[in-house]
């Protein structure tokens, strides 16, 4: 395998261009990030870990997805990128700080990577104490979120409303459609060195796409940091687009759950998928589209891997059949404007349908 020019080390923040900052905004602090800073021109949000932020929106005249930023630990590494795929080393952002540069995959979407960024105090390191069948921890003391039921409150109308949101930590992964999955997955090895940890094979039994994570040798990395989706010819328009950003949480099962009655009942959001855990990755997860019309993850729970992990190959089928959750409807991880969704998901039957009907072939 080709000896990688850098080795990202982690993933940092997704930058959007949006139409709307005040509606972006809004929701995520409904999502649960908290503002580093909002002006006219930009909004930047922070989770509750040590990033300086990990959702940036620019202010711009159509919703695009911009890139994903991640980090390396070493100058030289920055230097040997800047090198090979001839750009400039540039200063991070008043916020972000370091040195970057900026590049594009080979369907065009953008990557940013950074060493020497800033870091903030995390606001929260508390950790749950959760009691199993097996496992008694928590004695004495009840198991309250928040503040309990007082959380719930009813509006004018008799809704009933959730008011405590998810407690975001960090940004862990992000999802792509791209035209190429063997072509994409190797320039993510070869240029940002992340390793396979699931091979996706497709109906006719070649590689469609792939788990991969960050090479951090014996440290544990998530299960992936990136999620390549190789799209048919016929959806052409959506090669190389934004499917999903999932952002961890801090506080596991509760968090999730606090955050999906949170959006629910504000009744302003679109659910995409959830809630459930993932065959591939493992993680609890529940999926909500923006009013740009891109889907952000809370996810908890998920696997982590040292890189002596070989890679598995593994059927399309297993990346949307859950250990247990709801059927995705097709428009998952498809960017679209919200008021597109409902047309989509009309027009075209569930992925689940489509991929074990492509896989098992007509019945006889």
Known sequence: MTQPIAKVSDIIFV???????DAQAAYLEDFGMTAVQISDAAIHYRGTGSDAYIYAGEKGEADVFIAAGYRVD?????????????VEIQDGDALIGGKMVRLSDPDGLGVEVYYGVNTLDPTDESVPVLNS?????????????GSGAGEWSMDDEGNMRY???????RLGHTAINVKDGPTSIAWYHDVLGMIVSDNIIGPDGNVGGAFIRCDNGDMPSDHHT?????LPSEAAPFHGTFGHAGFELEKSLDDLM??????????????????????????????????????????????????????QDVSIVDVIKGQYG?????????????????????????????IVKAVEG???
Do not use: C
């Open 362 to 364: 007509p019945k006889t």
């Open 74 to 86: 070493t100058m030289a590494e920055l230097e040997a990128l800047a090198e090979s795929q001839g």
């Open 163 to 169: 008011a405590l949101p998810s407690s975001v930590m």
């Open 226 to 230: 990136l999620n390549v989706v190789a």
């Open 15 to 21: 930058r959007f261009q949006l139409r709307d900052l």
């Open 326 to 354: 709801p059927i995705p409807h097709s428009s998952f991880n498809m960017s679209l404007p919200v008021e597109a969704v409902d047309e989509f998901r009309e027009a075209l039957p569930s992925l689940t349908e489509m």
């Open 258 to 311: 606090a955050g999906h009655f949170h959006m629910k009942t504000t009744g302003k959001y679109i659910h995409e998928w959830g809630i459930g855990r993932h065959l591939l990755g493992s993680q609890l997860y529940d999926y909500w589209r923006d009013p740009a019309g891109f889907i952000l993850e809370h996810w908890t729970d998920g696997d982590l891997m040292t890189a002596d992990q070989p890679p």
């Open 133 to 145: 069948g097996k496992q008694k921890n928590r004695l004495n003391q009840a198991q309250r979120f």
